[in-house]
């Protein structure tokens, strides 16, 4: 039985452990990661999935600066590969998405394929006049209003922004922030 939870500070290594499985040492290449970099995900926006006792899913939200408009940016979305196929991706996006209308928040970014985040209100309707902090495929970065013309007027580079951590494993800083 897989149940979605907020994540634990327990929870860190095996999700560092997943992101590994699922996207390797690549995910600290992505323009996406420059925004989490020295960041802590929002309140109460990072989820797991566990199946007996194993972390089996991650999901976080992101404070950002979307043009002049506060956004949460999701990421990574990931499920072990021997368990997808069976909804868990799905319920963390649920979750996380309820979880930020509830907090207030207004509208959620990401890249990713359009697809597959359809079903859950995203498309690149609002993300046009947008730019990530890097090279990024345009039609990959989708948003979902979560509060119909949170993004009205948005223009510009998607900034970092919310509380920086301190360390918390290889995540906090990346290959590339460590070879600096």
Excluded at 61 to 82: E, I, S, T
Excluded at 163 to 179: D, F, I, S, T, Y
Aim: include cysteine.
């Amino acid at each position: 039985m897989v149940s979605i939870r907020p994540e634990r500070p327990g929870d860190i290594a095996a999700r560092e452990n997943l992101l590994d499985l699922c996207f390797g040492e690549a995910r600290f290449l992505k323009s996406s990661e420059r925004l989490r970099e020295g960041r802590r995900p929002a309140a109460g926006l990072a989820f797991v999935a566990v199946d007996h006792g194993r972390v089996v899913g991650t999901m976080r939200l992101w404070h950002v600066d979307a043009g002049g408009r506060p956004a949460l940016l999701l990421g990574p979305l990931a499920v072990d590969p021997a368990c997808r196929g069976r909804g868990i991706g799905a319920a963390l996006m649920r979750r996380g998405l309820r979880a930020a209308a509830r907090a207030g928040h207004a509208a959620v970014l990401l890249v990713g394929d359009a697809p597959y985040y359809g079903r859950f209100g995203f498309s690149a309707a609002t993300t046009g006049a947008l730019a990530m902090p890097g090279p990024f495929e345009r039609h990959r970065l989708l948003a979902s209003e979560l509060v119909p013309g949170a993004l009205d007027g948005a223009a510009g580079a998607i900034l970092a922004a919310g509380p920086r951590r301190a360390g918390e494993g290889p995540a906090a800083a990346g290959p590339l922030a460590q070879a600096a």
